[in-house]
């Protein structure tokens, strides 16, 4: 089975202008979860989706946006680029089963990433 | 979720059992420990993660402390292919979404 592919591989934009990322899950996966990562730092949550509905979102402004599709891939939108958006771009998709005691299992499977760079 | 803290850097020899340590402190009943680590230009690969007893997969070791403020991860023989940035995560699946990466340990495997 093919993992989680991204779209495109790198991108380059200048200041003010948007760009769609894009991100097809594992087949059977129904969330996907999308991260920043700066240079020299960990992966920084942006937003997750599942079944088409947004689950959670991180401290990031509204310039961002995301929306999960009926096939559950997913596009991340970012407006107004700014320099400081420079960063790779990580989809994440992951099966949430149900584990003992009523928790919730979930291992998250991550794609290459989109590598971003505004000039 | 609670934060966690890890070695900036580490570093081994090759074929040599490695160690890596991960204090979380501040841990809740309902958080469970992960660990990812990242491969240079890839993204995170899930690695291991347990609760409360020590867990064992093929790619790796987890020791739990009793008192669940610690663990370790353990690679049993590290070869040049596991050089990698190491992130152990604390997630509670009852109410967290993200995942919380800090900037985990950067692991150097010496031949």
């Known amino acids: 089975d093919a993992g989680v592919t991204q779209s495109p591989t790198h991108l380059i934009k200048t200041r003010g202008q948007h760009v769609t990322l894009r991100c097809s899950p594992i087949?059977?996966?129904?969330?996907v979860s999308w991260y920043q990562q700066v240079l020299g730092q960990g992966p920084q949550f942006i937003f997750q989706y599942y079944e088409k509905e947004e689950r959670g979102r991180g401290n990031f402004p509204d310039r961002f946006s995301a929306r999960q599709f009926p096939n559950y891939s997913s596009e991340l939108n970012v407006n107004a680029l700014l320099l400081g958006d420079s960063a790779l771009y990580l989809c994440a998709s992951s099966l949430v089963r149900q584990g003992g005691q009523g928790r919730k299992r979930e291992k998250l499977f991550f794609g290459s990433g989109t590598q971003l760079s505004v000039l | 979720d609670a934060k966690t803290t890890q070695p900036n850097s580490m570093e081994s020899n090759e074929e040599e059992p490695v160690h890596l340590p991960c204090n979380h402190s501040t841990i809740s009943g309902t958080d469970y420990i992960h660990w990812y680590r990242q491969l240079p230009s890839q993204g995170p690969e899930y690695v291991i993660h347990?609760?409360?007893s020590n867990v064992n997969n093929r790619m790796a070791s987890l020791a739990i402390a009793e008192d669940r403020k610690s663990s370790t991860l353990i690679l049993h023989r590290a070869t040049l292919r596991d050089a990698a940035v190491y992130y152990c995560i604390l997630r509670d699946l009852n109410t967290g979404n993200q995942f919380y990466f800090g900037t985990g340990t950067s692991l150097t495997v010496i031949p």
């Open positions: 347990g609760l409360t």
């Open positions: 087949s059977g996966h129904k969330s």
